[in-house]
Structure formats: structure tokens, C-alpha cells
């Protein structure tokens, strides 16, 4: 009777009992394919002192830093990384899954979009599959491939987590975030989706978490790698309108902007965004994923709630630097308070909620002013424009007494100084 018990106890712990780990072969295959196409990067360089005490005790001082990167062109040797991947660099080495170390020289980078295209000659790596970031799913697997912590090629999996991130950025403010593990030296790899395309650049994390990992979206990297190799700016596209979001998600036009694309497609002031390209558009997230990535030339259709009326409106993106360059005329130095201004760009200004004013964009030593500051007022007068500016500063200084109101870091502030 006891031999039965033992039996069937035996019986019953083999049901419950765990399968023994598979792999994922699938996966493993995927990643002998890509492997070869990620690279190890190791940058360094020389950073000078910022003042007399820094060039007093030790003078310049040597810097390193890992990150990775992928091949985009076997042919010519090209790798994408991010920007802050490389800085200053001086010096760039590069290293192969199988441990071969090149040099690179940086063909182009740009801090804001915080891309690089680095250059190989003699590389003799196959390139990654560019995917499609838009169509890849909430829940759809996803794996990176990275040197975290310089242990070398390294894959972490797991799902995108959700779209349209923002981290805060001025500009190109559009994540993909992942579970996948991401760790500093994986900045700059590649994200993979399920067939091994890459859908996006990892790029950060939030360190309050684990497994919170932020992925530039691979539209970026295509949109931009030709314009850094040609060193021109990428900038984005603009689409010269300010909007606000009500209740609900729903986004109400509050501005539109003379000469910009909204003013030359008819958009106007109440208009309620429906829908970009045919797709529903609610809330910041919405808004964010469908002109996050995009740049000047581009096109936007933008479905609008008019009254009871719905109507469309075509949108050919334009840059606004150029077009706030074309308002704010050239930079005027005022010597008498050391500052080089120009007048605010009617965007800044209705940001502000003020009608006027000029932006200080340079100042020399001694200066009581910061760049980036906006005059609005000059001993009780109001500053209009440079010139207006220019005598109001004249008659400070023969007054001995300067009283200044600015706009500086988001809020207004006070300059007082006597003679």
C-alpha cells in the first residue's frame, strides 16, 4: 500500500513540476543575424578648465566614455549613435562583436535631435533593416542590443511599453518606452521589433525605476542621418500655431502665427483638431506622435471641428527658426548696457502674454543682463524695439539709475542699479 502512495505522489509532483527552461531559438537566431551589425563604442577626449582655478590645479583633464551604435550603410561604412554618445570626442574607437577595434571620425552630429553618423572606412559589417516605429503595437516584443557597463555586446528583451514619451526635450520630444533593459553604455544601440528591424534608438532611462527605457523612434534616424552627413541643422518642422487642451483631451487652436503654415492653410483661432493624416489626434501624447517626427518640407492634413462644421486644412511644415528670423530682424548692440538685442518673435511674446519687447541675445563683461532675457520696460518706459531700447539706455546712464523689467527663466524680474 505504501509502494501505491509512493507512486502516486510521484505521479502527482511530475504534474507540477516546471518544464525544464527553453530558449527562445527564435530569438537566438534573430540576434546571430544582428549581432554583427552593432558596434562597441568607446570615446574620449580632453576638457578644458572653466576658470583660473581649474587651469590652476591640474589644467585640462582627460575624459572617456562607452556607449554603441549600429550600422545604417555597409557601404560607406556608417554608424548611427546618439550625440551625447560621442560630445567632444577627439578620439572614437570602435568595436566589432567579434572584438576588432577601428578608429571613426564623426561625419555629423546634432544636440537637439541627439543623433550622431560616425564613419568606418574598411568596416566590412552588414547593416540593420530600418523598420516602422508607427505601426509596432503597445505589447509587441521588442529586444535591444548594447555594451552596458562596457561588458560588451549584451540583449536584453521585452515589450514597448507605451508611445509617445516626452522627457521635457526643447525639440524632436517623442520616445518609445520599453521594459527592455537599458543601461548606460547601451545608449545610442539599437531597439529591434519580433523580425529584428530596428524600430527606434535607445536613448534613456529613468533611473527612479527599473525597466523604464526610452527609445528615440527609428523615423528620426531616417529623416535625419542625410542632413548630418551634409552638416546642415535639423531642426524641426514647425507647424505655426499654439494649441491648448481642454477637458477631455481635446485640443483647441489658441494662437496662429502670421506667415506660418497654419495662417497660409486657413487654420483658425477655435479651431478643435479631429484628426492628422485621417487618423483620430486627441491630447498631448496624440499630438506629439503625429508632428514629433516630423521636419520642414513635410506635410500635415489636419481634420478640424469648425463650428458644426468639419474642415480640412493642408499644412507644408516650415522651420521656425527661419521664420521667426524673418520677424525679428538683425541683432543690434546698445553699448551703454553691454547687450546685443533683437526684437521678440511674436510666438515668444504670446507665449508670455505680453505684446512687446526685445530679447537680449548677447552680453559682454560687466553686463547687468543674461541672455535670454526679454526687455519689457526701461524706468517706467516700454521697450518696443532696439532703438526704443537704445535711448531709454542713454537716459538711464545720464540719470545715473536704471530700473529694468525682464522676463527671465519663465517668470518677470527686476534689474535695479545706481551710478
Given at each position: 500500500m505504501r509502494g501505491k502512495s509512493l507512486a502516486l505522489a510521484a505521479l502527482l509532483l511530475a504534474a507540477v513540476a516546471p518544464a525544464p527552461a527553453q530558449g527562445d531559438a527564435g530569438l537566438a537566431d534573430l540576434v546571430e543575424k544582428v549581432a554583427p551589425s552593432v558596434v562597441n563604442l568607446h570615446t574620449s577626449g580632453v576638457r578644458q578648465g572653466r576658470s583660473y582655478w581649474d587651469a590652476f590645479f591640474g589644467g585640462p583633464r582627460r575624459w572617456e566614455s562607452l556607449g554603441s551604435g549600429f550600422v545604417v550603410d555597409a557601404q560607406r561604412g556608417l554608424i548611427v549613435t546618439n550625440q551625447h554618445v560621442i560630445g567632444s570626442a577627439s578620439e572614437i574607437l570602435v568595436m566589432d562583436h567579434e572584438g576588432r577595434v577601428f578608429e571613426a571620425r564623426a561625419l555629423g552630429s546634432d544636440e537637439g535631435i541627439d543623433l550622431a553618423v560616425l564613419q568606418v572606412?574598411?568596416?566590412?559589417?552588414?547593416a540593420v533593416t530600418l523598420g516602422n516605429s508607427v505601426s509596432?503595437?503597445?505589447g509587441e516584443d521588442v529586444f535591444a542590443v548594447g555594451n552596458p557597463y562596457g561588458h560588451g555586446h549584451s540583449v536584453t528583451r521585452g515589450i514597448l511599453s507605451a508611445r509617445a514619451r516626452s522627457l521635457g526635450r526643447d525639440e524632436f520630444d517623442l520616445f518609445l518606452q520599453t521594459d527592455a533593459a537599458i543601461n548606460p553604455g547601451s545608449s545610442g544601440g539599437p531597439l529591434f521589433d519580433a523580425e529584428g528591424r530596428v524600430v527606434g534608438v535607445n536613448t534613456a532611462i529613468d533611473s527612479r525605476g527599473e525597466s523604464i527605457g526610452f527609445a528615440m523612434p527609428v523615423e528620426l534616424v531616417r529623416a535625419a542621418i542625410e542632413l548630418l552627413i551634409r552638416g546642415e541643422d535639423v531642426v524641426p518642422g514647425w507647424p505655426g500655431l499654439r494649441l491648448e487642451e481642454?477637458?477631455?483631451g481635446e485640443?483647441?487652436?489658441a494662437a496662429v502665427y502670421s506667415g506660418g503654415p497654419a495662417s497660409k492653410s486657413g487654420v483658425r483661432i477655435g479651431d478643435r483638431v479631429v484628426s492628422v493624416d485621417g487618423r483620430p489626434c486627441r491630447g498631448r501624447a496624440g499630438w506629439s506622435e503625429a508632428f514629433g517626427g516630423a521636419f520642414p518640407g513635410d506635410r500635415r492634413e489636419?481634420?478640424?471641428?469648425?463650428?458644426?462644421?468639419?474642415?480640412?486644412a493642408s499644412l507644408d511644415l516650415q522651420s521656425r527658426e527661419l521664420w521667426a528670423k524673418a520677424r525679428v530682424g538683425s541683432p543690434v548692440d546698445i553699448e551703454a548696457l553691454r547687450v546685443r538685442v533683437q526684437v521678440v518673435a511674436p510666438d515668444v511674446a504670446d507665449g508670455l502674454l505680453i505684446d512687446s519687447g526685445v530679447e537680449v541675445v548677447a552680453v559682454g563683461r560687466g553686463s547687468f543682463f543674461r541672455p535670454g532675457d526679454i526687455v519689457i520696460e526701461i524706468n517706467g518706459k516700454a521697450i518696443a524695439a532696439p532703438a526704443e531700447l537704445a535711448?531709454?539706455?542713454?537716459?538711464?546712464i545720464r540719470?545715473?539709475?536704471?530700473?529694468?523689467?525682464?522676463?527671465?527663466?519663465g517668470s518677470k524680474a527686476r534689474i535695479v542699479q545706481r551710478w
Open positions: 572606412s574598411d568596416l566590412g559589417l552588414p509596432l503595437r503597445v481642454e477637458r477631455g485640443l483647441r487652436v489636419l481634420g478640424l471641428a469648425r463650428g458644426k462644421a468639419t474642415v480640412s535711448l531709454a539706455a542713454d537716459a538711464a540719470q545715473r539709475w536704471l530700473s529694468a523689467i525682464v522676463h527671465r527663466d
